[in-house]
């Protein structure tokens, strides 16, 4: 960083950096509920480009680029996460019940069996779900995004939807 | 995370809906802390692998490193399109632009040189000179961005961004124009500055006269004047705007030629740069700074993280500082005040021992400056920069804090018994993730937290006297500042400082940028043992 010579090149990693970051970290936030967690998705992906040239989809759209990068890393951060749990759940879960049982708990088994649910669709109905629900983003606006129809956009969200239904209820025991 | 119902209950995209968002002010910490740990990382690429407008969205598109395909589409229509510029003129000057060469330089000499349209950019710690073509000089100050092409009659830059000082070449038939959004200033030699802000942009002359076009009307300015193109702007003394540069002597000269004939008739706006600190003393002249009537300095390689320093009894002693610390103490700034300065000032370690008997610490902090400058061929500056900040505001809650009883007791007498510590009048009691303060202005809480979070935090309370604060969060290990207390056996699942902040003491960080006084160094080198 300090070689002047590149200095335009710095300057323009940087601004991509600032413009995406919030997009990156909000997702991998949003998905993880862990600072820790959404940090280092935010400095993985960064990484990635520093380590290799400029990915074609990166050019054509970086929001969908960075936004489905962020998606990938975070559910891949939870499904690490998962593995270690197999190990160790039982214990981690009873103190977060006796740090607040009516809350904490609670909340936070929901959004880890939501997100574990999520992990298992198929990547790209992951992150239309995310970008339909967590960031609001309109059928249109994720079909430009994608380069798709807002058709294909639209039939992808009612089968993602489906489809999270069921492993949310066949993780809850319940009945279809 | 606040969910109402089980899973199953609720719509799967309601619960996407609820999940946590993280506050602004922390996101953009954490933001910060990636970015500067991906600073040491990033590429060097050539130059000329960079053209285009780095804040495009389409900027990748010209990227060479990989091209997408140009759909038919997009070719054609670019055909049409320079048809058409041909038909009107255009595509020749554009044919002439491409002759017209900028070079680069820094302090090293010429890098590299730039085509025309080509982006010039400098970040936060980089200031370039560009030689333009009729051998004009434009200065570029950190954080700026412009570009040059021709103009029917000589030169343009294009100044996006930032601040400039040309040293305009004398122009044989032609002119020397600078652009900004919203002013041109067109010479024929002289030298000058320009800057651009959010808010507008700004001139100043140092030597001859220049001409300035906004919108419809035209002035002229010859030196020392400036003007702004927004009157909510601040006009800085213009001996401030040029103490940047490399060249600040000789601009400096100018002014001071200039004053005396035209002081009567022309004065420059004296305008206080807002103070948000006390700034970084300018560093004196060695010779004239006390220094200790013995030093000794020595590396220490013991690889341990732990500092020790002592100042009492007419002795400095420092057991495996950083050189970072050292400055910290001589020159009382914070880490994130020091700019420009290698890693290594953080990572590698001295023991220092030294006397000035009689000396108190407030005479050996230049002592200190003066064995930085000897030893450490230390050379520095003082510059006001726009750098992020939190601004410390009341929270929508309303403020928390209360301004108990406390004890007073005259200096260096023993507390009476039974009465513990924090009973007493500024007392400042710091743990793992805890402070307690009594009795302090606001400005004090602002102060501390600058420290925990590495940025300068700004009072913006408005809340006048003294309160007492209890302020309990959880550390986060991989903050700077609280690095050593790492060990320190934490709840995971405790509140991070900014909720704390919020939820105990009814106030709230908000992110912003401010000027604030760092300190520049401009040189620096390790130091031998004696």
């Known amino acids: ?35 820790e967690d959404a940090e280092d998705a935010l400095q993985g992906i960064f990484l990635g480009l520093i380590r290799r040239d400029v990915p074609a989809d990166l050019a054509r759209h970086p929001e969908a680029y960075f936004h489905r990068a962020a998606v990938n890393k975070s559910l891949n951060l939870l499904r690490a996460r998962r593995r270690r749990r197999l190990v160790d759940d039982d214990a981690a879960l009873e103190q977060t019940a006796a740090d607040d049982p009516h809350t904490t708990a609670d909340s936070e088994l929901r959004h880890r069996q939501l997100y574990d649910a999520i992990a298992e669709l198929k990547p790209d109905h992951a992150q239309i779900l995310i970008l339909r629900y967590m960031h609001g983003k309109t059928e249109t606006e994720i079909a430009k995004m994608f380069g798709v129809s807002r058709g294909t956009i639209a039939v992808k969200l009612f089968r993602s939807r489906a489809r999270l239904r069921k492993l949310l209820r066949a993780r809850l025991g319940e009945k279809p | 995370m606040n969910h109402d119902a089980k899973p199953g209950a609720q719509n799967p995209e ?56 140009l759909r038919p589409v997009v070719i054609l229509a670019c055909a049409v399109v ?19 060469y900028a070079i680069v330089e820094n302090e090293d000499g010429p890098q590299y040189r730039v085509a025309a349209g080509q982006i010039v950019a400098t970040d936060v710690w980089t200031r370039l000179a560009v030689t333009l073509p009729d051998g004009s000089r434009v ?46 200033v067109s010479v024929v030699g002289t030298v000058f500055l320009v800057g ?56 400096l000269a100018l002014l001071q030629q200039d004053a005396a004939p035209i002081a009567a008739k022309q004065t420059e706006k004296p305008v206080q740069i807002t103070q948000t600190q006390a700034p970084p003393k300018p560093p004196a002249p060695a010779a004239a700074r006390p220094q200790f009537e013995v030093a000794s300095v020595k590396r220490n390689n013991s690889g341990g993280q732990g500092m020790r320093f002592d100042n009492r009894g007419g002795r400095y002693s420092a057991a495996n500082a950083s050189l970072k610390f050292l400055i910290q103490q001589a020159y009382k700034v914070q880490p994130f005040q020091i700019i420009g300065a290698p890693a290594w000032i953080d990572s590698e370690r001295y023991d220092i021992e030294a006397k000035a008997e009689g000396a108190e610490w407030n005479q050996m902090a230049p002592m200190l400056q003066s064995l930085i400058e000897e030893r450490f061929k230390g050379a ?24 108990g009883p406390c004890l007073t007791r005259e200096p260096n007498t023993p507390a009476p018994p039974n009465q513990p510590q924090s009973a007493f009048c500024g007392y400042v009691g710091i743990g793992s993730g805890s402070v307690i303060l009594t009795g302090q202005r606001i400005e004090n809480l602002a102060d501390f937290l600058s420290g925990i979070l590495n940025r300068k935090v700004l009072d913006r309370t408005g809340l006048p006297g003294a309160f007492d604060v209890d302020l309990k969060w959880t550390p986060d290990i991989s903050t700077p500042s609280v690095k050593q207390e790492a060990a320190a056996p934490s709840a995971s699942d405790g509140p991070s400082i900014f909720t704390a902040i919020e939820e105990q003491l009814g106030l709230k960080l908000e992110s ?11 040189h620096i080198d390790h130091a031998s043992d004696n």
């Open chain 2, 512 to 522: 912003g940028k401010a000027p604030i006084d760092v300190l520049v160094i401009d």
């Open chain 2, 82 to 100: 320079t048809i058409a510029a041909a038909w009107f003129g255009i595509a020749r000057r554009f044919v002439t632009n491409r002759n017209v």
């Open chain 2, 14 to 69: 309601q619960l996407i809906a609820q999940s946590p968002v993280p506050s602004q002010a922390e996101m953009e910490f954490r933001i910060d802390r990636v970015w500067e740990r991906l600073g040491s990382g990033i590429p060097l690429q050539s130059s000329t692998d960079l053209k285009g407008d780095p804040a495009s969205e389409t900027d990748w598109h010209s990227n060479p490193i990989k091209r997408p395909m």
């Open chain 2, 196 to 251: 651009v802000e959010d808010a507008g942009s700004r001139v100043g002359v140092l030597e001859g006269k220049v001409q300035v076009k906004q919108g419809e009307s035209t002035r002229m300015l010859v030196p020392p004047g400036q003007m702004v193109t927004n009157p909510m702007m601040e006009l800085p003394a213009l001996r401030e705007q040029v103490a940047w540069s490399r060249y600040a002597k000789e601009h």
């Open chain 2, 380 to 403: 520095m500056h003082g510059e006001t920069r726009d750098l992020p900040v939190y601004f410390l505001t009341v929270a929508k809650t309303g403020s928390k804090l209360k301004a």
């Open chain 2, 139 to 184: 200065e570029m100050r950190p954080q700026s961005q412009l570009s040059v092409s021709t103009a029917s009659d000589g030169l343009r830059v294009r100044l996006d961004k930032g601040g400039i000082i040309v040293t305009a070449a004398r122009q044989r038939s032609g002119h020397l124009y600078v652009d900004t959004k919203d002013v041109t």
């Open chain 1, 1 to 35: 960083m300090s070689a002047v010579v590149t200095s335009d090149s710095v300057q323009r990693y940087e601004e991509i950096f600032k413009r995406h970051a919030p997009l990156i970290y909000r997702t991998a936030y949003g998905i993880t509920g862990s600072h």
